[in-house]
């Protein structure tokens, strides 16, 4: 299976209970930046832009808790900056999975190692680990050495018993050639899925390296093609979304996110303000406008972050559309 029985039907309690509340508006993922603070300095990266004056302040374990009551999604994705940074890293994990949450951490692999050492393997624990292509373009974007550190990483991951999967951004030169190498490479490092998000230049980092809609579309078609031979962790829906195949109104409230500064408005991506509380971020930010796309900011934006949350939402009002999501989730 694409995605474990577990997180499936946590998942899938978690819609049912909302639709039986009759809500109009909820969250599927949080995502908790637990620090911005970073031991690198990737090409393409906004957060060291957008946070550079609070750069070294990190979220508390109780404030971390308290984000997860304020906001009761079945999925928290722990990230920054580079979480395994964060000296309480391990206590904010176990936490999160005694509520019986879903856990992501994203890193870029270079502390891991070590911190396998703090961390017990858990069905609800997984280990992303950023890879941007093969070694000559991964250590471009993030440094030199920084690929192989991060794949001996995901080696000694898998070897302890953590479930392990890897993110990956497509950028303006990134081939299909490259693309094709590298999900081989990690499935033959046996992890658990790959997650592939197109280049995105959001209002802090408008970089020649990002693409464009048109692009993004030119580009992904083959991401679909492939997505039967690797496990690719995007729903067909999603990349079909990508290719220009299906049109999808974007989701903004479905991936919150919380840092230092607050509840991040209207979305993961781009920032107006930031609320005190989760409520606040629900109540007054202006939905309808970042729906509907009307944001120019959003002008070129086809994220998972906007709209997986859609797939998730909206993938049973057609037959073909729920066969195929079916299909896909136990290949």
């Keep these: 299976m694409r995605v474990s029985l577990a997180l499936s039907l946590s998942l899938t309690k978690y819609l049912i209970k909302n639709r039986l509340l009759f ?53 928290v994705t ?3 900056g580079e979480p395994l940074m964060h000296p309480e890293i391990d206590k904010i994990i176990s936490g999160i999975i005694k509520e019986k ?22 069905k609800y624990l997984n280990i992303n680990v950023h890879i941007d ?3 000559e373009t991964h250590d471009k974007i993030a440094g030199k050495g920084i690929f192989d550190r991060a794949t001996n990483a995901i080696r000694e991951a898998k ?31 046996g992890v658990d899925g790959m997650l592939v998000s197109p280049g995105y230049g959001f209002e802090h980092n408008e970089n020649a390296i990002f693409l464009c809609q ?5 580009r992904f078609g083959f991401i679909y093609g492939i997505s039967k031979k690797y496990k690719i962790l995007n729903s067909p829906l999603y990349l079909k979304f990508l290719k220009g195949e299906r049109t999808l109104k974007c989701t903004p409230w479905g991936n919150p996110t919380r840092n230092y500064s607050g509840w991040k408005s209207p979305c993961y991506l781009i920032t107006n303000t930031h609320y005190k509380t989760f409520d606040e971020y ?9 729906q509907e796309g009307r944001d120019p900011r959003c002008e070129n934006c086809m994220m998972h972050c906007g709209f997986e949350p859609t797939v998730v939402l909206e993938g049973g009002k057609r037959l073909s559309d729920i066969y195929e999501m079916a299909k896909w989730g136990l290949s």
Aim: hydrophobic share 35%.
């Design 133 to 135: 292509g093969l070694a």
């Design 78 to 80: 722990i990230t920054g």
């Design 23 to 75: 809500k109009k508006r909820f969250p599927l993922v949080l995502m908790l930046e637990v620090t911005h603070l970073c031991n690198l300095a990737c090409e393409g990266c906004g957060r060291i832009l957008e946070y550079h004056d609070t750069m070294r302040e990190m979220l508390s374990v109780g404030e971390c808790m308290q984000a997860i009551h304020e906001c009761p999604t079945p999925v």
């Design 282 to 290: 629900m109540k007054q930010t202006d939905w309808e406008k970042y």
């Design 159 to 189: 070897k302890a018993g953590f479930k392990v999967c890897t993110n990956t951004t497509i950028f303006k030169d990134t081939s299909e050639k490259e693309i094709v190498e590298l999900f081989s490479f990690l499935q033959g490092l």
């Design 101 to 122: 949450r879903h856990v992501y951490l994203c890193t870029n692999g270079i502390l891991l190692v070590d911190a396998l050492k703090k961390l017990k393997p858990h």
């Design 214 to 218: 048109k692009e993004i579309e030119e």
